[in-house]
């Protein structure tokens, strides 16, 4: 009745390393001094922290809630309080730091509330699929997906094989192994669920065959039901899910497609054993089997970790010698992530936890060319060419890549393994994946930012056309008024011949004024014509070019128009002035303040009030020099007064902000020094940029052009030594 | 007389030939591309940021396409812009027009110290991207999402409050770098924290 | 305390890219040891001279690449080629013949290309070539191996170190230098074929004398390295095959004026061509069936130049010209990808 085995191609021997980790039963790991809870331990959205800090919770109890159809709620692995909801270190490659939950164990260990479901067959399949998400299990293989999602078919979908991966063909990891061992007919009733969750047409078992122990296990807990144990050859990586329903059923899963596509469902042993949990325990997905082991661990074996669990604190239960150790590796040997942080915690997806000493596993040896052995295509279990992979990757042929599918590497690392030349093969192949996302993630936001520029672009000229229409639809009216005004004069004889001047209409006013403003920027733009037009006719002199009359009849006339320009400015100006209704008051009023008990926004108030007092006044000193008026110097006086009660009030508020700014970079260079010194120089250089920009928008013969220099001078000067500062911290 | 008359009827003869050939080729196989602008458009980042002396990518892409000017201006870009316009557009590389201490290869955002704003608008108009929120008198703030880092916020605040910044890695934009080559060994010794 | 921070896998096999150059080099020892046996020490002597110079090549284009010396000449690749050049020439070669060849492979055939990995061509062949096409004479002058009635015994030590280094006057030689069978073939064919032919088996007369005994030695070592996994099988297999195949036929239509197969595999250069160069990783083709299709066309390629081409062997010149076709059959027989209904070929487009 031997089922038939499919071969995967490739594949590798690594020296197994699992007795070591055999030897004991599974340990029931200590409850730590402080449990660190990520928000994220599935993938997916990150769930929302839902207590606050300062909380008692209860074990079992939902401390963050599942954000979305893609995430998972997490729950407190044990009872204590909430002490803390920030960033710590997490595994991640990237060494980011990920939200949190520190959670002070009471050492109680008191369940909340727990809802066993003892006769699921008996509701909805959706009911328990919810439990089974409401419980948090994620696929803990490694990836982590939301279990409740792979079980979640489409319904119409029909699923001939449900298998449960028991393979574990990673060295030295033996969780699954141990657990199977020990606790089988949990697993089964687990599995049990599963099959009828999804209803299968057969449900299998894939499990390798050095774990007689196990597969023993397993024929005993199968004996009385349809479930078949498949026992296939050693061979890494055949855990891989895409791997094992091919050896199981010959069947592929398309490239970017999904097991249940082909009518397969793959779950792993420690979720079978979880959902078990959930459903006949009523207890979420709060703890796991962990492998400790590698040669710097005195007690290597199997431990049953509450999740949060401090990596240190396990390793220090499990008598790690951490100076003999040469890496510290979350996962297997070959897929494992190195880390870089002993705080770090354990997570739903952490299977193992690896510290070998350096004779064990030893410093790798330098990278070297290639030399197109093709070693790496014989074990590659994806099919693919990893040297062509590999070539296109480190030139950055990304649309290569692409087409050698590097999107179908499950970075395994058998290549890697057997590559003569000890290139870094996954490293390459992660960093091609991530290029290519950024690129399209760049694409897409690119998109975006043109639709957006396009529809700000739309918006602003649909802006300047309404206004366009007001302002028509105004001098319409105005010129209907005083049509009718003149008709009506005409129709009536003046009665008083001296006539008084009609007063204009607020339009009038606002319109001249608004023409004022216009001619001005017309008067701008025709003097700088001028100008450049000037200056291009001494380059031209100094040049001796023959077009010199040109130039000159040109610039003549760019005078001329400037100076008309101008000329209609003024006019307009001077209507706009004696229209204005309101003459111009000496004091302005200060503008009216919301009264606020910082000072520093008082400061800031006070400042931009006093600001805007001294522009006001200016700017009246200016009309008045401009229409010579008589009350010039009164004007003047003030407006230096004010300037200096302005200035007066932005010094202090520099001060005070200064002040509050030291502080607060004290505060920050304390918390990550390199951070702060690297956003330093980042504003540093941007402020040196502006000082550039600005001095050369001047003529050397400024005033102010030295004084520009000195400050772009100072600014280049704070640039490099933060740039200087920054290096040297980064050395340290 | 007849080998001449031949000898002409054939070539006139290959002539229509081909040239019903080629012409039949041209509408059939005809590519309905984009007009060049438009394709030059899509390899432009779209920061928006008018470096390149062009009100915006847009007009930029034009001036390329219309041969205006040169394809090295893009200061966001970078190489990698300039190589895939010279490919699509068959010119040489030419290297980017910039200091090099204009260039960060890093992608930049805007940020505005919120205490100190004074809620002055400014910065929303000068923003290309609509990318700051905020109303007069009122604090304003930078959506990240949005920004595309261009500083053209910068130069308008009174208050000189907006810096340019590089962008936040988190998990997820996070990408693993490339391996440093031949002769090097891979990875690198990390000092673990928080051994016991 | 430290550790490291290092992509996965973190576990490796200990195969490295030295240990293959190491063991490709074990696998050419029985060759030598018979070349030796037949020919005099020369062969030996070239090869540790010619190892030497390639060291010293190519420490000197390191330095001036600016590379790291010591990294790159401990991948003994440079050793290989000097080896597989020094086997390939006559064993009575002046020195300076070694030494054009060495420095045009190592620096132009494989420094100047980028070094180890990146070289287009087999560096020993395109040495080969060069010789072959600038100094025929010196390259077809080989002596009669000492199983030949009538010759006495190969040189002894100090012969064949005089005839290399040149203190001999070399038309001393030439009255005892003989055409390889292969030549002879090519010139006198139909002759000589039953002088050839009539000589006794363990005399050597299967693919000339002398020659298969070579051959076969050459084969031992090959089988060596395909049982360390250093190479698999299907470039000689494919190799010898095609060659075979291919002799067999024209022998079958007419055996007078053409050799019969076995001649072909056990004579010149096949085996040594088969095992050792065209397997060279770099400058073949690497998914398997790319593999069969080049060594295919290595065998094919070789027949024909050896039937009707100027030259008397052509195991260099077919080499060469799929290292040329390499890149190509690269492309057009990737394997099909998990989950990926057909197989990719072709380039990108972009
Ligand atoms: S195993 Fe290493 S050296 Fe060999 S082809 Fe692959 S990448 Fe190149
Ligand atoms: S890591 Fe990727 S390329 Fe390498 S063997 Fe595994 S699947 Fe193939």
Known sequence: MSRQIWDIPGGIHPAQNKIQSLQTEITRADIPAELVIPTQQHIGAPAKPCVEVGDKVL???????????????????????????????????????????????????????????????????????DAIRNAGIAGMGGAGFPSAIKLGIKPGTKIEQLILNSVECEPYITADDKLIQERADEIIAGLEIMQWLVNPQETLIGIEDNKPDAIAAFKKATANNNIEVVVVPTKYPSGGEKQLIYMLTGKEVSSGGLPSDVGVICQNTGTAYAINRAIHHGEPLVSRITTVTGDAVKHKGNYEVLLGTPVDALLAQAGADMSAASRLIMGGPMMGFSIHDASVPVVKVTNCLLAPTTEEIPVPAQEQACIRCGSCAQVCPAGLLPQQLYWFSKSNELEKAEHFNLADCIECGACSFVCPSNIPLVQYFRF????????????????????????????????????????????EAAAKKQAAKKAAALANPPSDASGSPTTPGTDDVADTASNATKLKSAWASATKR????????????????????????????????????????????????STSPSSPSASPSPAVAPVSNDPMVQLKQASADNFKAWKDAQKKTQEAEANSADNLEALREEEATLKAKSDASKAAMKEARAKEKEAMQAKKATEDPTKQLKLDAAIARTKAKKALKALNSLDDDHASHAALKAAYEKALATADNADAALKAAEEA | MTDDLSAVFSLVSMAVLFGSALGYAAVKFATDDDPIADQVDALLPQTQCGQCGHPGCRPYAEAVANDEDEINKCIPGGEDTIHAMADLLGKDFIPLDAEESDVVDVPMVAYIREDECIGCTKCIQACPMDAILGAAKQMHTVIVDECTGCDLCVEPCPVDCIDIIPEKVTHTTWAWPQPDGVGITPGQLIPVRNIA | MSVLHVTSPHVRKPMTTNAVMRHVIYGT????????????????????????????????????????????????????????????????????????????????????????????FNPAMIGYVLLLISFPLEMTTWIPANLTEGVAASPSFSQSLALIFGSVDRTVIDGITMATPLDTFKTYAGNDLDMLRSASVLQGSIAGVGWEWVNIAFLVGGLYLVARKIITWHIPVAMVTSLFLLAGLFYIIDPDSYADPIFHVLGGGTMLGAFFIATDPVTAATSNKGKLIYGALIGLLIYVIRAWGGYPDAVAFAVLLLNLCAPTIEYYTQPRAYGHKKANSGIAKS
């Open chain 1, 59 to 129: 074990k079992g109890q939902v401390i963050a809630e599942g954000n979305g159809f893609v995430s998972l709620p997490v729950h407190a692995p044990t009872s204590g309080e909430v002490i803390a909801i920030e960033s710590r270190p997490i595994q991640h490659p990237s060494q980011i730091d990920g939200v949190c939950i520190v959670l002070k164990p009471d050492s109680n260990d008191t369940w909340g509330a727990r809802h066993p479901i003892d006769n699921y067959q008996s509701l909805e399949r959706n009911d328990v699929i």
């Open chain 1, 432 to 475: 091609g994946k991530g290029q290519i996302r950024k690129h399209k993630s760049e694409t897409i936001k690119a998109d975006h930012a043109r639709e957006r520029f396009e529809f700000r672009q739309a918006r602003l000229e649909k802006e300047e056309r309404e206004k366009e229409q007001k302002r028509k639809a105004r001098a």
């Open chain 1, 530 to 577: 001028w100008k450049d037009a000037e200056k291009a006719l001494t380059i031209a002199e100094k040049n001796g070019s023959d077009q010199l009359e040109a130039f000159q009849k040109k610039v003549d006339q760019l005078k001329a128009k400037a100076e008309k320009t101008k000329a209609l400015y003024e006019d307009a100006k001077t209507s706009a002035a």
């Open chain 3, 29 to 120: 020892i029985p060759g030598l040891a018979v070349l030796t046996l037949l020919f005099g020490w020369g062969t030996l002597i070239n090869v540790v001279f010619g190892s030497l110079v390639a060291v010293a090549a190519e420490a000197l284009v390191l330095r001036l690449r600016n590379r790291p010396i010591l990294f790159s000449i401990k991948d003994g690749s440079a050793i290989l080629t000097a080896v597989l050049l020094a086997l390939a020439i006559p064993p009575t070669s002046p020195w300076w013949i070694t030494v054009v060849g060495i420095l045009f492979a190592i620096v132009i055939a494989k420094q100047l290309y980028g070094g180890l990995g990146s070289n287009p």
